[in-house]
């Protein structure tokens, strides 16, 4: 039987009851953009373009995430490669740019830090939105630095470098103007952990020990030794987090502390400024 570009995305519309992920993946498959579809519901699909995405979509159907099958997602004006060795960029961490940005004026060659950066989204964001800047990426998964690398090079954003290792580890001796992060900040027992499509991201990721704070006492704690004075630390966590974590950047000599909101508007990003004491 023929099928068309509609009644393909009906079915798995159906199938997995998002409109969107039927979209993405059909996109995927035909190596489409997504304004494509509506000029040409009516067109047949291929059989082996059935074939194709009749498999993808039992893949999700499976639970696995749209950005994992299509190998990319969107973050700020990137269309990033992502990996299962990444994070799934996710949209709240744009307000962590935004954050940063409003911070660093253009004309200055910032020194800015970005702490487990995964796919590059921070840094990759940053970097291009502050080119005078010099950003230096870390993270401890190698497989993850080569992705935020081949991101860094699609885009052609040359003032990042990446450096693998430990939090602070690789940036001994250094001080910054900025340092963002967005670390692991779960609770290591919240069953979220083994549902939906945390599933499949990388547990290093996103997991934080008993109280999901374990990273964050970490940076705040050795940030304090690699920001310059007055430099800004920003990092994101959970909705339910920015309480401890504005106590822990006061107690950490932080001042002009505070938590931004997101669209949701749930606590997301702290931020405080290095005293130097
Ligand atoms: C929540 S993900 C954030 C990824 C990316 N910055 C983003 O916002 O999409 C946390 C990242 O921290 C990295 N990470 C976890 N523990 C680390 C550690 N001890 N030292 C360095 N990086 C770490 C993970 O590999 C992961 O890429």
Sequence with gaps: MMTNVRDALTDATHRLGERVDAEMLLIHVLAKPRSWLIAHADDTLAPAVVDAYTALVARREAGEPVAYITGRRGFWMFDLEVTPATLIPRPETERLVELALE???????WRVADLG??????????????PRAHVVATDMSADALAVAQRNATRYNIANVSFLKGEWFIPLQHQRFDMIVSNPPYIESADPHLTQGDLRFEPLSALAAGHDGLEDIRRIVSDATHHLA???????????????AVRMLLRSAGFV??????????RDRVSVGCWSGS
């Design 229 to 243: 004075a007055h430099g800004w630390l920003l990092m994101e966590h959970g909705w339910n987090q920015g309480e």
């Design 256 to 265: 002009d502390v505070f938590t931004a909101t997101d669209m949701e508007q």
């Design 103 to 109: 911070r660093l004026s253009n004309e200055t060659a």
């Design 117 to 130: 950066t995964g796919s590059g989204a921070i840094a990759l964001a940053i970097a291009h939105e502050r």
